[in-house]
């Protein structure tokens, strides 16, 4: 099989494969339901040797930038069997030195909150919430820059980065405040009448019961008001869809449906499955023909 062969399907199966997870709660926000940006990260992920979820939870896209995150800037680097070692990591400064395996060089990087108040980064919600994960971040890419280049493969700047430079603000997924305390407040106890409820009366031996209509209960336990209507899951459109036939028969009636609803015409039964609306619009015209 020839090299050319065997890149075109890796890239079916990770086209597939993007299709199928790009709704799920495994990928971030900001690709959720995007086939072609998942599949994008998924591919830049296989670039540099990540599994497809790991480069779905470690490479950001921040208004069209790419970016890494801290965490996998120090993975890359000890995979590759150099190392990092934090040499202090407080609120207040974070230190960090880098020694390469193969040359022997090394490098000391400190960020101290002088160094982000003069950067402009100390009044930022995140690094007034997450000091010492932020100059963690920051001594981190700055030293890969310095002395692992070759490592991060082009993606030299964390997330938080990145945000600085477009001129938004970054909060990580994984970090999240802490719920305050819940509070338990006293009350005092005072005297009460303690009032005992009747216990339910009993039928006397012999004592006619009362019969209650089969439809009576029925009604009680299976409710009669028709019951909101949702959308099947995608797995059981995906089945539905290819149960309808071959693709291009399938194909034809959905380019006709989506012209029809002013959507793109779906170039697989995954894309088809993935819209709910043109699946509907799909499923109501090959039920009129049958």
């Given at each position: 099989m020839s090299e050319i062969a065997i890149v075109q399907h890796d890239y079916e199966t990770m086209w597939k494969l993007s299709q199928r997870v790009?709704?799920?709660?495994?990928?971030?926000?900001?690709?959720?339901?995007?086939?072609?940006?998942?599949?994008a990260c998924i591919m830049y992920g296989a670039e540099l040797g990540l599994g497809?979820?790991?480069?779905?939870?470690?490479?950001?896209?921040?208004?069209?930038?790419?970016?890494?995150?801290?965490?996998?800037?120090?993975?890359?680097?000890?995979?590759?069997?150099?190392?990092?070692?934090?040499?202090e990591n407080s609120n207040t400064v974070c230190e960090v030195k880098g020694i390469r395996a193969d040359t022997g060089s090394t490098a000391t990087v400190r960020w101290t909150m002088e160094d982000a108040k003069m950067a402009g980064l100390a009044n930022?919600?995140?690094?007034?919430?997450?000091?010492?994960?932020m100059l963690l971040a920051r001594a981190t890419s700055e030293l890969c820059r310095i002395?692992?280049?070759?490592?991060?493969?082009?993606?030299?700047?964390?997330?938080?980065?990145?945000?600085?430079?477009?001129?938004?603000?970054?909060?990580?997924?994984?970090?999240?405040?802490?719920?305050?305390?819940?509070?338990?407040?006293?009350?005092?106890?005072?005297?009460?009448?303690?009032?005992?409820?009747?216990?339910?009366?009993?039928?006397?031996?012999?004592?006619?019961?009362?019969?209650?209509?089969?439809?009576?209960?029925?009604?009680?336990?299976?409710?009669?008001s028709p019951v909101e209507n949702t959308s099947p899951p995608f797995e059981f459109r995906l089945r539905q869809v290819e149960s309808w036939g071959g693709w291009p028969y399938v194909k034809a009636i959905a380019k006709v449906a989506a012209k029809k609803i002013g959507v793109e015409e779906p170039i697989s039964a995954y894309e088809?499955?993935?819209?709910?609306?043109l699946y509907k619009e799909v499923k109501m015209a090959i039920n009129s023909k049958k």
């Open positions: 790009s709704n799920t709660v495994f990928v971030p926000t900001a690709l959720r339901g995007k086939n072609e940006s998942v599949l497809p979820m790991q480069a779905l939870n470690s490479i950001h896209v921040i208004e069209g930038r790419t970016a890494m995150s801290p965490e996998l800037m120090r993975a890359m680097v000890a995979r590759h069997g150099h190392r990092i070692d934090v040499v930022k919600n995140n690094w007034k919430t997450y000091p010492r994960a002395v692992f280049p070759d490592i991060i493969a082009g993606l030299s700047y964390t997330p938080e980065e990145v945000s600085s430079i477009e001129g938004v603000e970054y909060f990580p997924e994984t970090m999240k405040t802490e719920e305050p305390a819940a509070v338990v407040e006293e009350v005092d106890i005072v005297d009460a009448e303690i009032v005992e409820e009747p216990a339910p009366k009993r039928k006397k031996v012999g004592e006619k019961a009362e019969f209650v209509e089969l439809a009576d209960v029925i009604d009680k336990v299976i409710p009669t088809l499955a993935h819209s709910e609306m």
